[in-house]
């Protein structure tokens, strides 16, 4: 079975788009034509899996660019998971609590 992914990235004074797009690429997420940072890819894996993978994969491509400020948001197979943003304190991201 195959899991749909759709990533929606919100990224702010991102230095170099095309050194992160290059590493995203790289690990399974291509650009979606005519959008800006949203990308799409498949996993084979479990969804607990795919969400700390998207997670860790988008992490690492920022960390390796300077920006200010990033929010994230994913679908899999069509069913939205909370909102993320990047916490500069921690070098991660950590879930939007409602």
Known sequence: MSIEVLVL???EGLEDKAKFEKHVSREGFFP????????????????FSTKAYILEIFKKGLQNNSFTKANLVFLLNEIAYPPYYYDKNTNDFEEVKQ
């Open 9 to 11: 990235l919100e990224v």
């Open 32 to 47: 979606v034509e005519g959008e800006s940072f949203v990308y799409t890819g498949n996993s084979t894996t479990t969804t």
